[in-house]
């Protein structure tokens, strides 16, 4: 059946209560979650729209963390972070084309990670914290493996924040028609070492490169992982590209990151 | 249960009881008659359902009905009355005719308001960036690009709406296209029609059986089901009859992946409560064979009773002793070359409405190419005589080939009967992708030889094409590639042979170049290896070997006039020159990315392969002094509308704006034969003139004028001005037939072809449409991924009847070659939408220059030739050649994904 209602609920509380009815779904800008509808992937029968909620929304400094509201769209952090969080604000601006970035929310983002999808490897790299309705969950225990995430039913996520990196580059290599990440590289630098968040490749979803961690946090350089070598193992084979291809693209713009930083 | 919505659109206050969950898209279409918002995907990823919500660019397939609540929506044609800058674009657009089929530009053009609201003079990067999220597949988005930027500036060069041939006027149907008024397959249909959905197999090849269908179609809401069982004549059509094979409803065995076992009719409603397990239906999945390798191996399952090894046909061409020269040349190369199958991939989803008049006749209003070849083959399927069959159709969304076969109509004309009332079907783009017809995949192994002087000496070529499950346009692929294969050069001594073979894949059909773009990139790719090898530079030696007029084509046929491909390269030289020492400097500073140049020919015979194929135009006075012309020619985006019609008003010598145009029908229009094989300006351009100069030749009877007399046409008037004076014609006052007409002609024309004897020798094409491309790219030696830079296209058009729209055929055109070239394969079950498989977006697509070369055809009108498909025969070659010239390697598979290119680097480097 391709029948639900939509609840609009103005407040946090209100989308929890509405939330725990049997088969109630959360609706962010519903980019993913309408097309899979049409394909009965999933039929939920209420749908609870998070988009009134004002509390969602929204960009704010927090001492030297940037906190991102989950109802906050593509293109709101891609023109409102550009000057606190200039990497990851590019990343939003890169995200498919004007209408996606118009309704999709970074909420959305997260709660499907999507294997493809950008901004979970911008959380991952940051070290970010996931903060949703009930508690905080650090982006290392966020990820769970492609389309899973440690949310529990009804939970959602209300907000994200990020510690703000020295330096910082997403890298890309994007399918032309949709802008998925084929892989995404996120080369995060802090005072006390740098976090590499790979999307894009792996069967398992969103995944730290700790071996380049280690080699950039010595030397934050491209040639500081020529050495190094990303294994094929686990690696996502489509019509796109060939798990060898992915682990390949892994090194490649890894070390463009760590240039474009 | 349906809560009430209210939001604005366009300005006014609308409330509507969505159902539950219902798409902002639909709602629009269905409850609001905003049928300016166009549906190609419902998945967010073609765009043509843009709209601007509270003035920014959402896809209103992605927006459930109810959140619109409160807000403002606007539609193109709310934006095009009330918006300056929609206003604005609506005349870049025509002058820059960035609508061709115009499916794309209720999409394009809202997308581009919000830009110009934002940034009234955005630069091109801006543009292709607000643009990234609409498809289009006609145009190569450069005229789109270029009409945005010069409304936002508000410069660009004005068309006129008047003009003979020769002048770039705007299209005579662009307003509707641009203000949304233009009615595809889709928006005939009024809301609450009912509706059809076909259950298809999820199998590339399975046994099946129904359930109790009897106890289904009795559900409340479902009106009728259908399956094999229902067709009261033959289960069977096909573009060519005598190979006709594909049933309406499979019967017992489906032999590809969304071929269609039964229909259900049902108002829209019902069908959308209706789940896909619902129906009674129980599959046995089969072995089957995919691709070539595996349809020809011994003992592979077997599609078609009577065609062992799987083999539809065969075709060949020989002249001289292909094996003997080779044997006795200084160079020889050779080499194996893939490509996949290619989605035409339409904005358009197969879509119609259909309905039983107050006659009891059949009426079907369809997208389609083809009316009369749809006609005949439902009167077959119906057993109904073709009189009672009225084929009425509606704008086409992009054909490319594809809408020459069926889809919809047998469908439509099913639920029509039985149910006695209205029907309508859209194909979803999924359905669309899976069932309808696809570029041949091939596997050629061609060998070429050269003299030391570079001259050609031996050409042994040999191409397996997978026509997928039925034959559709198998044969003609079987047929015109041999006669092809050697590109435009002189080859004394050629052989060339083909097979199609079946697997279970989709049909492989008509798709821009029938099969003639994969043979191109074989020869033209071998072509740059030889020379390579002569140590000659790569024009030079397609130069010397060059076809001629008064050389034989591989054919044995003989062209006095019109050859055109020596002046097609001879454009290309200065920019060869330039781009090659360019490419050069500039790989000179080392790094990871490399520039190449590459070059690629080709030619196409406009027409059918030997075949009779005439067109027949209609025209006449009437009564009221309307001087209507009857143009049976689908105009599917390429301008047929236009071109045909300046033609007939310059033969009749009246201006365009004095005509009456009475488009597709086949009730009113005489055949016009298909559009296809780039025939329509050659063959209907022909008859359009021969039926202007016929009624022109009635009139000045009538006026007993001389030749040289000019009409004076317009107001329900009628003057000849001759020798200074003015003869007034009063057509009221004349005898009018049944019609209404005081005079009429009606002329028929067809290309004088001869057939092929065994040895394919004989005169296939009355004539032959010429191209040459040049590409620039830059690779990414890391990555694999390839940049078109910038391309140069000449093309002999013959005579560029309009100039405007004859660029617009090359541009489009090269979009597709560039998409089968670097990014398009088709796997069924694997990208069965337009995020999975990828066409060019408005970023891919780089500058293009156009040279319109015109070596008059003395068949031609005016010395015009058709130009459709050899816009893209070159182009997959060219960017092929220029990746080789850039990397060192040689792709010898398409696509030239990055993968794949990337491998071959990698290949090379160990
Ligand atoms: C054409 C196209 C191109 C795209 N290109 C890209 C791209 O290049 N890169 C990229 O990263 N993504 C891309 N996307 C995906 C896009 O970014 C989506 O917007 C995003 O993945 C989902 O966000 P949403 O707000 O639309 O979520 P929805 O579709 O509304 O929801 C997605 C899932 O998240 C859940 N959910 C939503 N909000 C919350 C919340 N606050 N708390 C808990 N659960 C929640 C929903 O229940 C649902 O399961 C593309 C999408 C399309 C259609
Ligand atoms: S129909 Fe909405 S994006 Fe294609
Ligand atoms: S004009 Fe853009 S899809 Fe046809």
Redo the contacts with the bound molecule.
């Keep these: 059946m391709y029948n639900f209602e939509i609840e609009r609920p103005g407040t946090i509380e209100e989308a929890v209560a509405a939330l725990a009815a049997e088969e109630a779904?959360?609706?962010?800008?519903?980019?993913?979650?309408?097309?899979?509808l049409k394909a009965r992937l999933?039929a939920?029968a209420k749908?609870v729209s998070?988009s009134g909620i004002a509390e969602?929304k929204g960009l704010r400094r927090e001492g030297d963390r940037l906190v991102i509201g989950?109802?906050t769209?593509?293109a709101e952090v891609a023109r409102e972070a550009a000057e606190a969080y200039p990497a990851l604000a590019a990343l939003a601006g890169?995200?498919?084309?004007p209408?996606?970035?118009n309704?999709?929310?970074?909420?959305?983002?997260?709660?499907?990670n999507?294997p493809?999808?950008?901004?979970?490897a911008a959380v991952l790299a940051s070290g970010a914290t996931v903060i949703?309705?009930t508690r905080e969950i650090a982006a290392d225990d966020f990820f769970q493996g492609m389309f899973t995430t440690a949310?529990d039913d009804g939970?959602?996520?209300?907000s994200v924040s990020f510690p703000v990196p020295q330096a910082a580059s997403y890298q890309?290599f994007?399918?032309p028609?949709?802008?998925?990440?084929l892989v995404?590289v996120f080369v995060a630098k802090f005072a006390d070492g740098v976090r590499v968040a790979v999307?894009g490749a792996s069967e398992d979803g969103v995944f730290r490169w700790s071996e380049a961690e280690a080699a950039l946090s010595e030397d934050f350089s491209a040639d500081a992982i020529s050495g190094l070598s990303v294994s094929p193992e686990g690696m996502i084979g489509d019509l796109h590209g060939t798990p060898e291809y992915r682990a390949h693209l892994v090194k490649v713009l890894t070390g463009r990151a760590v240039a474009a930083a | 249960m349906a809560e009430r919505t209210r939001f604005t659109l366009n300005g006014a206050a609308v409330e509507i009881a969505a159902a539950p969950g219902e798409r902002l898209s639909r709602v629009l279409r269905e409850r609001l008659g905003a049928r300016d918002v166009k549906v190609g995907c419902e998945?967010?990823?073609c765009g043509a359902c843009t709209v601007l919500l509270d003035g920014a660019p959402v896809?209103a397939c992605?927006v459930p009905a109810q959140r619109a609540q409160g807000r403002r929506v606007e539609t193109l044609s709310g934006l095009v009355a009330q918006d300056p800058r929609a206003r604005a674009l609506a005349e870049s657009f025509q002058d820059f005719a960035a609508a061709q089929c115009g499916f794309c530009t209720p999409g394009m053009m809202v997308a581009a308001t919000a830009l110009l609201r934002e940034t009234p003079a955005p630069d091109e990067a801006r543009v292709q960036e607000a643009l990234a999220?609409v498809l289009c597949r006609c145009t190569g988005y450069r005229k789109i690009v270029a009409a945005v930027m010069a409304a936002g500036r508000r410069a660009g060069r004005r068309r006129a709406a008047e003009g003979g041939v020769g002048t770039a006027i705007r299209r005579i149907d662009g307003a509707a296209k641009v203000e949304g008024r233009e009615a595809f397959g889709d928006d005939i249909a009024p809301p609450g029609t009912l509706e059809i959905r076909l259950v298809r197999s999820p199998h590339a090849h399975a046994a099946f059986t129904f359930g109790d269908l009897e106890t289904f179609a009795a559900r409340p809401g479902i009106e009728a089901v259908l399956t094999a069982r229902d067709i009261p004549g033959l289960n069977r059509f096909g573009v060519i009859p005598a190979f006709a094979d594909q049933p309406v409803f499979a019967e017992r065995l489906a032999r590809f992946r969304g071929e269609a076992v039964a229909a259900i009719v049902a108002a829209p409603e019902a069908l959308r409560a209706l789940a896909a397990e619902d129906f009674p239906v129980t599959w046995q999945e089969l072995p089957a064979v995919q691709g070539l390798a595996e349809a020809t191996a011994p003992g592979a399952p077997q599609l078609h009773e009577g065609r062992p090894g799987n083999l539809l046909c065969e075709g060949l061409v020989q002249c001289g002793d292909a094996p003997a020269a080779l044997a006795a040349a200084d160079v020889v190369v050779e080499g194996v070359f893939e490509t996949s199958f290619v989605e035409h991939a339409c904005i358009e989803p197969e879509a119609g409405f259909a309905r039983i008049d107050g006659e009891g006749r059949l009426e079907v209003h369809a997208c389609t190419q083809a009316p009369m070849m749809d006609r005949e083959a439902l009167a077959r399927i119906l057993s109904w005589p073709v009189e009672r069959i009225r084929i009425r159709p509606t704008a086409v969304g992009g054909g490319f080939g594809t809408k020459l076969d069926l889809s919809v109509q047998p469908f439509l004309a099913l639920a029509a009967i039985r149910t006695g009332r209205p029907v309508r079907l859209a194909y979803s783009r999924a359905e669309s992708m899976q069932s309808t017809t696809k570029r041949h995949p091939a596997r050629i192994h061609l060998t070429v030889g050269a003299a030391r002087d570079g001259r050609l000496r031996g050409f042994d070529f040999t191409g397996d094409f997978d026509t997928g499950a039925h034959a559709s346009w198998g044969p003609t692929v079987a047929d015109r590639v041999p006669v092809h294969a050697s590109g435009p050069y002189r080859v004394a001594d050629y052989r060339a042979r083909t097979r199609a073979i079946h697997t279970h894949a989709p049909p492989a059909g008509a798709f821009r170049g029938f099969g003639v773009p994969q043979a191109a990139f074989a020869q033209e790719c071998l072509f740059d290896e030889l020379a390579a090898k002569l140590g000659m530079d790569a024009l030079e030696f397609r130069l010397l070997n060059a076809l001629d007029e008064g050389a034989a084509t591989v054919c044995g046929q003989v062209f006095e006039r019109g050859v055109g491909i020596r002046a097609c390269l001879e454009a290309l030289r200065p920019g060869w020159a330039a781009e090659c020492a360019a490419a050069e400097d500039f790989n000179a500073g080392g790094g990871r990315r490399r520039r190449g140049v590459g070059l690629a020919a080709g030619w196409y015979g406009c027409g059918n392969t030997s075949q009779s194929g005439p067109s027949t135009i209609r025209a006449g006075l009437r009564a009221d002094g309307a001087l209507v012309l009857h143009q049976g020619a689908v105009d599917i985006g390429q301008g047929a509308n236009t071109v045909i019609a300046q033609i007939f008003a310059q033969a009749l010598g009246v201006p365009l704006s004095a005509l009456t145009l009475v488009g597709p029908d086949t009730d009113l229009t005489p055949d016009a034969g298909k559009t296809s094989a780039s025939r329509q300006t050659f063959v209907s351009g022909n008859a359009a003139r021969l039926a202007g100069e016929a009624l022109r030749a009635r009139i000045l009877r009538l006026a007993n004028a001389g030749p040289g007399a000019r009409l004076i046409a317009g107001g329900g008037r009628l003057g000849v001005l001759d020798n200074g004076k003015t003869h007034e014609i009063n057509p009221a006052r004349l005898p009018a037939d049944s019609e209404g007409y005081v005079l009429r002609a009606e002329k028929s024309w067809d290309p004088p072809t001869r057939a092929l004897d065994e040895n394919g020798q004989g005169a296939p094409y009355a004539q032959y449409g010429y191209g040459a491309q040049l590409a620039v790219v830059e690779v990414d030696m890391a990555l694999g991924t390839t940049r078109v830079l910038r391309m140069a296209a000449a093309h002999d058009v013959g005579r560029a009847i309009n100039p405007l729209l004859a660029e617009g055929q090359v541009e489009g055109g090269i979009a597709q070659g560039l998409g089968m070239a670097l990014m398009e394969e088709y796997v069924p079950g694997r990208s069965e939408n337009l995020?999975d498989y990828l066409i060019p977006t408005a970023g891919d697509v780089p500058p293009v220059e156009v040279m319109i070369i015109e070596e008059p055809d003395p068949l031609g009108p005016y010395g015009a030739k058709g130009l459709g498909e050899h816009a893209l025969v070159p182009t997959a070659a060219a960017l092929a050649n220029a990746i080789a010239a850039a990397t060192g390697v040689r792709p010898r598979r398409l696509p030239i994904t990055p993968a794949r290119l990337r491998a071959l680097i990698r290949a090379a480097e160990k």
Excluded: M, W
Excluded at chain 1, 25 to 36: E, F, M, R, W
Excluded at chain 1, 94 to 97: A, K, L, Y
Excluded at chain 1, 155 to 158: A, G, H, P
């Design positions: 779904q959360a609706l962010g800008g519903g980019q993913t979650l309408i097309p899979t999933a939920p749908l998070l969602l989950s109802g769209t593509h890169g995200i498919g084309d209408a996606v970035r309704r999709g929310t970074i909420g959305g983002s997260l709660a499907n999507d493809s999808a950008c901004y979970p949703t309705s949310l939970e959602i996520i209300t890309k994007e399918q028609a949709s802008r998925f990440a995404g999307t | 998945a967010g990823d896809c992605l999220g995020h």
